[in-house]
């Protein structure tokens, strides 16, 4: 419990500047919404015409962006980008950070198993990411209805938090993996992030090129896109198998972390 | 009753030498010297005691415990002291301190009061603002805040002025004199020889010698320095148990173990001016088995 407390002590400042950069990305971000809806049916033509690769590269998609909820799904992509960040780095730092900071020898003469520290570490990383998720939820609701006109936006919000959520969890399981992993502490939340980007790209290929749609499977972002979460919500085969990921992630971290010789 | 007991314990960083094959044992309430140079072996053994890196052959035993499948156990009534002290900069040392405490299922408030006073140490300073030394006290009351039955110090007093040594050493006698055993390694051999009764002398991974320190000190070496009036062979006092044989001028100094017949009857065939017949220091005896094999 200590541990959790110190952990969650730790990472209080770093919570409230993520939840603020989620505030502004949202206003942000919506702010941008009139300028797509105020010259009406003009837009929608123009975004009809416009090649699939470029709907791709500027997040687009197939969404109806001169709806409320359609516009904000395209600005998910840019707050699943962010949270994951968070997520991985978090995972990765979590663990990494007694070794890089040299802690090591402090913590781990303490009569506590590693099993003990790597659980009440992933406890407060879990509470972290849920409470941002939280976060960005209220924020999203609250702003989004302002520009909602009447349309129903709450529920479409709801399924896109349950998709960051998910993903949230995969990366920060596939973060502490790394550094449980990596015996250099000081490079685990740059692989962590050398990750997240690659699967990031990948994501956006596949949107490019449709010879391409086989890689949707080994790229988290295309597990929780806006655009299938709103037509048929969480499609069952990317959720078994962020789960299958996370649970291998979660057993790779305990025994890695375990095995291994701690650096000091 | 042995505390520590250490069996043919070996580890290997891929190719490149830990520690090979050490065995010892260190009784209950003993004060043991582990030295060695730098590089030696000394850390990589008290980390596998302190199951921070774990054996690549053999095992060791504290309070009769394997140190490895039962570190969280054993680690309760351990106090550990690191070469060099790290801790989480922004937090108070207060509050390191308490952190620290709160894995020991004790209240530790008072001692943590009382040991703080004794070294001196401002305990509302945050940790990065504190010099190395200072550090090393929050080490210091960090190690000994729970009252531990076994003490394991790394480099204990690098960074400590002579005062600050001095007190920590009376506080650690006081310990001693409570029932814990304490284990210290060095390269500073005189803090070994002021504080040890016994002592294991490791080189390049291998416990090279296992010894008493009155033993070490007093009952085997003799230091030997003469004063000749005339030249002589240098070769006059190359018999068995003579070491570090030096002649300087007409100044000649060696170590002696074994017989001090045998040598007082070679000192009287030559022609003496002066005479002084020494216990060695440690650095000395230390200093031999090094160049021994160098």
């Given amino acids: 419990m200590n541990i959790f407390i110190r952990e969650m002590r730790a990472h209080r400042k770093s919570l409230i500047f993520w939840s603020i950069g989620m505030l502004f990305m949202i206003v942000a971000g919506m702010g941008k919404f009139t300028s797509y809806t105020g010259s009406g049916q003009t837009m929608k033509d123009i975004l009809d015409k416009m090649p699939k690769v470029l709907k791709a590269v500027l997040g687009f998609g197939t969404l109806d962006v001169t709806s409320a909820s359609g516009f904000y799904g395209m600005l998910f992509l840019y707050l699943l980008i962010m949270v994951t960040i968070h997520a991985v780095m978090l995972g990765a730092n979590i663990i990494a950070k007694e070794e890089r900071d040299k802690t090591t020898e402090f913590l781990m003469v303490k009569p506590v198993s590693r099993f003990t520290v790597v ?86 290929l596949t949107d490019m090129n449709d010879k391409l749609a086989g890689l949707k499977y080994i790229t988290p972002f295309k597990y929780f896109e806006a655009q299938q979460l709103y037509e048929g919500g969480l499609k069952p085969v990317f959720v078994v198998l962020s789960l299958v990921i996370i649970s291998v992630m979660l057993w790779v971290t305990y025994t890695f972390y375990r095995k291994r010789d701690l650096k000091v | 009753m042995n505390v520590i007991e250490i069996n043919n314990l070996t580890k290997t960083y891929g190719k490149s030498r830990g520690i090979i094959d050490v065995s010892f044992n260190v009784e209950e309430g003993e004060v043991f010297g582990f030295i060695g140079p730098n590089g030696a072996g000394k850390s990589t053994t008290i980390r596998t005691l302190l199951s921070l890196i774990y054996p690549t052959a053999g095992s060791a035993k504290i309070f009769g415990a394997d140190c490895i499948k039962n570190a969280p156990e054993i680690a309760k009534e351990v106090g550990y002291l690191p070469s060099e002290v790290f801790y989480y900069d922004k937090m108070k040392v207060i509050d390191v301190l308490k952190y620290s405490a709160s894995f020991y299922k004790k209240d530790c408030s008072k001692r943590i009061e009382d040991l703080a006073e004794i070294m001196d140490l401002d305990l509302k300073k945050r940790v990065d603002d504190l010099s190395f030394g200072n550090k090393k006290k929050v080490g210091i009351v960090q190690a000994l805040l729970h009252e531990p039955r076994l003490i394991i110090l790394d480099e204990p007093t690098s960074g400590l002025d002579p005062l600050m040594q001095q007190k920590f050493f009376d506080l650690l006698e006081e310990e001693n004199k409570k029932g814990a055993t304490i284990f210290m390694s060095s390269h500073v051999l005189s803090e070994v020889q002021r504080m040890c009764t016994r002592v294991a002398i490791i080189k390049e991974g291998r416990i090279i010698k296992l010894e008493t320190m009155s033993n070490l000190t007093e009952n085997n070496y003799k230091k030997f320095k003469l004063e000749i009036n005339s030249g002589i062979d240098k070769n006059h006092f190359q018999i068995n148990g003579v070491s570090n044989l030096e002649l300087k001028g007409n100044i000649i100094s060696f170590l002696y173990k074994g017989n001090v017949n045998t040598i007082l009857k070679r000192i009287t065939e030559i022609d003496l001016k002066n005479v002084w017949i020494e216990e060695p220091s440690l650095e000395e005896i230390f200093m031999h088995y090094y160049e021994k094999e160098a």
């Fill in chain 1, 119 to 204: 659980t009440a570490k992933l406890t407060a990383a879990l509470v972290n990411i849920l409470v941002l998720n939280i976060i960005t939820l209220v924020f999203s609701i609250a702003i989004v209805n302002q520009y909602a006109k009447g349309e129903q936006v709450n529920d479409d919000i709801f399924i896109l938090m349950v998709g960051m959520l998910l993903a949230q969890l995969l990366f920060l399981f596939i973060g502490s993996g790394i550094a449980a992993v990596s015996k250099n502490p000081k490079v685990s939340a740059s692989i962590a992030t050398t990750i997240l980007l690659v699967t990031f790209i990948i994501a956006i």
